[in-house]
């Protein structure tokens, strides 16, 4: 399987959604750019994916995942006028089992989507929009243990 480039919401520029960008005070002063870059240009070699995806599959045994493992059903009334692009948590765990992620920049767009489809459909307050933000959250959590396992300190 060839791996695919997925547009990202930055119109393919390889940037980390806004909401990740605060992972780098995360590592050391000597390694804190060089080394995050370098990873998140780098294609996704077998072993990488395979250590998202067991990141990502934690994330989906929270019971309050349930709503991220498949598409928004088409009879949520205006969701599919409202958002653009849809994704979740079981299409990306397949397009990244597939290989079709050619870099951690493109799995993180896609992620970084799905969090941000959430908060435009659902209001601050309610229980979907909380929900979006435990998980992204817990999702930030696993994204900084991956990267400090996987990142080269200088």
Partial sequence: TQAQNYPTPEKNQLTLPSMYQNL????????R????????????DTARAHSLL?????LCKIENAQ??????????????????????????CKR???????DFASLAADVGLMFDNCREFNPPGTEMADICEELDALFK????GWMQQHVVHR
């Fill in 67 to 92: 709503p991220f493992l498949k598409p928004v059903p088409k009879y949520v009334a205006g969701y599919y006028e409202t958002i653009e692009r849809p994704i979740d948590l079981g299409t990306i």
């Fill in 96 to 102: 990244l089992r597939k290989g079709q992620y050619a």
């Fill in 141 to 144: 959590k696993r994204l900084h």
């Fill in 33 to 44: 750019r060089q080394g995050f870059e370098d990873l998140y240009r780098q294609p996704l």
């Fill in 24 to 31: 780098f005070q995360y590592f050391c002063p000597s390694c």
């Fill in 54 to 58: 067991a990141a990502l599959q934690e």
